[in-house]
């Protein structure tokens, strides 16, 4: 089995939503409980970080530029330049105790993203997409964590997350972005089921929070692969590098104790493990 490498050991206190930045070589990420930003690139090993001014739950490239941060305040802009955000959406001002929690874009240029109860009690978690003229849809309701989607490499399949359920769904996924079929993709019964990413076989990759490692699911459902990892909570993968071979994964001290997070000195840190089947392209959010 593969044995991941720790390429920054940063501490975060719940680090997601890493994404591969093809152009600068990079994977960026978030940790939302540290209200920061960070990016690596291999050459510098000790990143670059900002300061977000509400907790960040994911980013996706923009097209022509920039990013698009989902903060628990809800959309904004993100110009790494001068470190300055920008509202773009508000998204759920009726639920303060909602945040943003983890997003995807799809081949249409779409972003999908979930919102969640900060508290993790209540089911208010939506999983909504933004469409290219701005509005944004609601599209499935009843969640206390949302996590992902991840779509299929011919973008008809979704996979969205039930972190607390330990249940990863699939949806058909129509032109317009509707979403019909809900079923049961596989059920978790290592840790909870985090943060999801397709390889190029149409494998279904999950983040293990509490489970140590990384789980593989076949486009039939079944376990079919795995990593593991020298800590106990494993956020989300996403596929880097020039072959997009590289599996990098978040992962997050949160919920630890002392002596748990003594006994795991990398917790928090950034991870890489090469893996043979490559990753599909991180896809740019097309703004109307």
């Known amino acids: 089995?593969?044995?991941?490498?720790?390429?920054?050991?940063?501490?975060?206190?719940?680090?997601?939503?890493?994404?591969?930045?093809?152009?600068?070589?990079?994977?960026?990420?978030?940790?939302?409980?540290?209200?920061?930003?960070?990016?690596?690139?291999?050459?510098?090993?000790?990143?670059?970080?900002?300061?977000?001014?509400?907790?960040?739950?994911?980013?996706?490239?923009?097209?022509?530029?920039?990013?698009?941060?989902?903060?628990k305040s809800g959309l904004h802009t993100f110009d790494p330049a001068t470190g300055g955000f920008t509202a773009l959406a508000a998204v759920e001002p009726h639920l303060p105790g909602n945040r943003l929690n983890d997003g995807c874009v799809?081949?249409?240029?779409?972003?999908?993203?979930?919102?969640?109860?900060?508290?993790?009690?209540?089911?208010?978690?939506?999983?909504?997409?933004?469409?290219?003229?701005?509005?944004?849809?609601?599209?499935?309701?009843?969640?206390?964590?949302?996590?992902?989607p991840a779509f299929s490499p011919d973008g008809r399949t979704a996979y969205h997350t039930d972190t607390l359920g330990r249940v990863i769904y699939a949806f058909d996924v129509d032109a317009a972005g509707g979403l019909s079929g809900k079923r049961l993709f596989a059920q978790i019964d290592r840790g909870y089921p985090d943060g999801p990413a397709v390889d190029a076989d149409g494998?279904?990759?999950?983040?293990?929070?509490?489970?140590?490692?990384?789980?593989?699911?076949?486009?039939?459902?079944?376990?079919?692969?795995?990593?593991?990892?020298?800590?106990?909570n494993v956020t989300k993968p996403a596929f880097g590098g020039e072959d997009l071979k590289t599996l990098y994964a978040t992962t997050a001290w949160k919920g630890l104790s002392p002596a748990e997070r003594a006994a795991q000195p990398l917790v928090g840190g950034l991870f890489a493990v090469r893996v043979e089947t490559p990753g599909l392209p991180q896809m740019e959010v097309r703004l109307g």
């Open 203 to 232: 494998c279904v990759w999950t983040g293990l929070f509490g489970g140590w490692g990384l789980q593989r699911f076949a486009p039939s459902g079944a376990l079919i692969g795995g990593i593991n990892f020298p800590c106990a």
């Open 106 to 148: 799809d081949r249409q240029g779409r972003l999908w993203f979930g919102s969640m109860d900060d508290a993790e009690i209540d089911p208010t978690g939506v999983l909504y997409r933004l469409d290219a003229g701005g509005a944004v849809a609601a599209c499935d309701a009843g969640y206390v964590i949302t996590n992902g």
């Open 1 to 71: 089995m593969a044995v991941p490498d720790c390429v920054w050991p940063l501490a975060a206190e719940l680090g997601e939503g890493p994404v591969w930045s093809a152009a600068e070589g990079a994977l960026w990420f978030v940790d939302i409980k540290g209200r920061s930003i960070h990016r690596y690139h291999p050459a510098d090993p000790e990143g670059r970080s900002w300061h977000a001014p509400s907790p960040p739950g994911f980013l996706a490239p923009i097209a022509g530029g920039g990013w698009l941060a989902g903060l």
